[in-house]
């Protein structure tokens, strides 16, 4: 009996709480609406913005590097795979008129009336016919075989052709992979600095420009007064000259990265057409210069020679004597003249 009349007792204490639970909420929700916000991240100081640019458009440069040597790639690739077909399609040719020779070789035998001629030598009793007949036997056994050799050679040549054509397709995919994705990251680097450089007010963004400035100055101050200047001759070699004033009317035009002129140009671009103008041919990248290109020591070098910038030869320079080198420097910025020692140097390559 008890029992039974605790149930409608029980039922009205859970009504009640749930009420003072939907009660209670409005007011949690105004107590968290209440509460503080965090504090925003500390805006970042010029310098610091500067050195984030920096990092970026030094990013973009290495991405532009492995753009330009996969491109590089892809075009020797092509043209080789070119170059293999035409192999291919002469090597099918050539068998073509192997088998043709083969083919009328056998009809011929069998208008003779099919008897073989070594048949016809065993038959015959006229000595002078039996030397007669020996004599082609041998000729033809002989044509015969190097027919089959040749057509074995035609067939062996065919198929390594073919073979080199779908190494070269693998490769020539794979390097238009690496293109593909140098670009994006290419583009990523670029937006991400403008980005950066875009939230900045017209004062801070002049404030911004002059510190890159300083910068450089600072850099350059330093390396002339290591006493580099008086070692260095100030005589360059007639290739050397062509490179130079090759260089120097390239002045004003702009950075675009992947570019090799003749209306723009990324900074190896900059440096390899030059030496074209001179006469030589000389790596696509930077890194590609740095590494194939014979170094120099500090203080021999001379205007024409290559100044590599960076650790990791992200960027690349002509020096052109007097403590100056020319280059393009990055996105939005033009070919131009800076101080050599403005950058950190990783070291110095030679073209001549």
Known sequence: MNRGRRRPYAAA?????????LLATPALTLQAAAAPLPPPPPKKTLEQVRTEI???????????????????RTEKQSAEIVRLARMIENGRKRIDTLKAQAGATARAQYRSGGIPDSAQLVLTGDPQLFLDTAGRLREGAKATTDLIAELSRAQAELNTYASEAGDNWTRLEADRVRQAEAKKEINDKIAAARKLESELAAEERERLRRLEELARQQAQTKWLGSGILAELTAEATPEGRKAIESALAQVGKPYVWGAEGPDSFDCSGLTQSAWAAAGKRIPRTSQEQWRLLPRVQPEDMRPGDLI???????????????????HAPRPGRNVTVAGAGSMEILGIVRPS
């Open 13 to 21: 204490a859970v009504t009640v709480a749930c009420a003072l639970a």
């Open 54 to 72: 920096d990092g970026l458009y030094r990013q973009a440069a290495a991405a532009t590097d492995a753009y330009n040597l996969a491109e590089e």
């Open 308 to 326: 590599v910038y960076y650790r990791d030869a992200s960027h690349i320079g002509m020096y052109i004597g007097d403590g100056k080198m020319v």
